[in-house]
């Protein structure tokens, strides 16, 4: 079950995701969930794997802003430094780990939340 | 698409565009307390629903990279949508690079993601609409709503500042008329002459197109520019007669402009567009141009018909105007005979002297103080006819002029009724001599007040047949008494077979409408015999009498008298 005190401890900056819910914790848990379950997360791990770089920046750019508000920041640096990564390229650059870091941190919290 | 809001009266709408969910429900839930709030998925759901016209949408937060139609191509389109290129747009977006295109396209503000705070956010939106409520409120204000130019008022305080602003520069202000204007709305309709006033709205657009300056709609078909020296007022005025789409009336409208050029400090801007619109008058009736600028003797005239203006009063008051008469004799008889005479005015200034009724009467004209003025001549004429008629016991009647003007005044039938019984004379002693110009000008008006005047028992005498357009048509609709026609063809009767025939033709006429003929202008012998030969009935000219005063008038009556025994 997600709580604001589980998100803390995970490493999100709540106060930050919190305020820009006017406070509203229930609100502000309502969106994690929801963030959590963007479809750019998968079009991420397809494009990937499709090497299509074009499609992985904009997946990318899409979890940058939504994660973003939310202050999920295990999530949101890595997904920042994959945007950098991907800007303005056409073929496919090796991004390391970058993506498996990403499934892997919004896995871990969906586990909490189950 | 996710349309939640809630119209609520008096509260404004944002529109949110974007197609992440998360981005989305936050921004609404920030802004949903102040605003009622809809949402779009990407630029083309937001396009259809501002098509829709199902709200008013007063603020859009837009997306950058969205599926369908991305935030840059709705930019775009929004621009070039006079419906939505009104409505604010703040750019939501986590790039830095699309900053630049996006306000080259008309984007006002940015939010950056992640997020700033509510109320920032909050603070931001509220700004950006005020801001523009404002503009548009303003906007109201200081533009005319049928053109979109400048109202009178805004237009004069902004040529202000910009001559203020660009002192180096040199300007020159332009009075812009249509002709006829109020005709042509009456023939064709208000929609026809709106769309001139906005096609010459459009023209003067043109014109300012590449010049420094601004222009306005001062009033109903009177626009004023303020344009940087050096501009070709030929060609102007071309393009803006090019932009008038006159359809299939294309003789209706003639467009005059006045100009004063360089015009400087020294009076306000008001005084510089009074000088162009009195440039643009001056015009008015003289066909040769189309274009007058303002200069030394058009401001020595300006100031010549104040004074004119302004002693009006005093005139009459003073009786500095004097009545004459013209005999008019009948001629189909044994000899001529004196049965009436036109009362004419002079005015005998006590400073200026001698002024030329060819002055001051289109100016009254002009002012609507006709109406005093000829009022004035309609009493003092009725006044010496009434002792003539006593003293000599002579069947005389006289004619009077009655101006444009002096028809459009309702109760013009009563006013004429009551000086003839103050003065003891009947209808039958009074003829009203129109111009014809008056007909042709406001036809509907005019056929009203002759039937009224003629249900009234008055005769009516058409003045200067022939020297404007009335169209033949006019002379079967309009109940006349008698045909006066115009001294120009005088002049050629005896010189050219034509100029005999044209009179013969229209004595012909009046034959046919069974009125009496009347030609003025008949200065000599051989003119007399030509219009006595065609079967003109009275004739009125130097020939017989120049204008006399009432003292001299007197004498032709009491020889008249003597003659009939």
Redesign the interface.
Known sequence: MLTVETLRNYGANVK?GM????N?ET?YLK?VR??LS?A?FDRLKTAVSNKNAVAAY?AA??L???I????LTPIFNPVCELVEMLRGKTEMVDTGNLVDTIIAERDKLLKLDS | MNTDAIIRTGRQTVLIVEDELVNQQLLGFILKESYNVLYAQNGQEALDLLHSEKYRVSMILLDIIMPVMDGITFLRLAGEDERIRSIPIIVLTSDNEMELEAFRLGAMDFIKKPYDMPDIILARVRRIIEFVEDREIIRDVEHDPLTGLYNRSFFFEYSRRLMEREKERTFDMLAIDVDRFRIANEVYGRTFGDQVLCSLADGIRKVLHGHLGISCRADADLFYVLIEHGADLKNSLEQIRSCIHEGEHPSVLRIRMGAYSGIGFEHPVSWYAEASKSACDSIRRNYQTDIMIYDEELHRRELYNERLIADVDTAIEERQFVVFFQPKYAIQGERPVLVSAEALIRWNHPELGFVSPGDFIPLFEENGLILKVDNYVWREASRRLREWKERYKLDLHISVNVSRKDLFSTDLSQQLQSIIIENGLSVDDVTLEVTESAYSQDADQMLKAVKTLRDGGFKIEMDDFGSGYSSLNMLCMMPIDALKIDMKFVRNIAISKTGYRIVELVAEMARALNVPTIIEGVEDREQYELVRRVGCDIVQGYYFSRPVDAENFEKLIEKEASQRG
């Open positions: 930050e305020a820009r819910c006017l509203n609100f969106m929801l963030g963007d750019n904009e750019h899409g940058k802003g939504s973003g508000n939310l202050a």
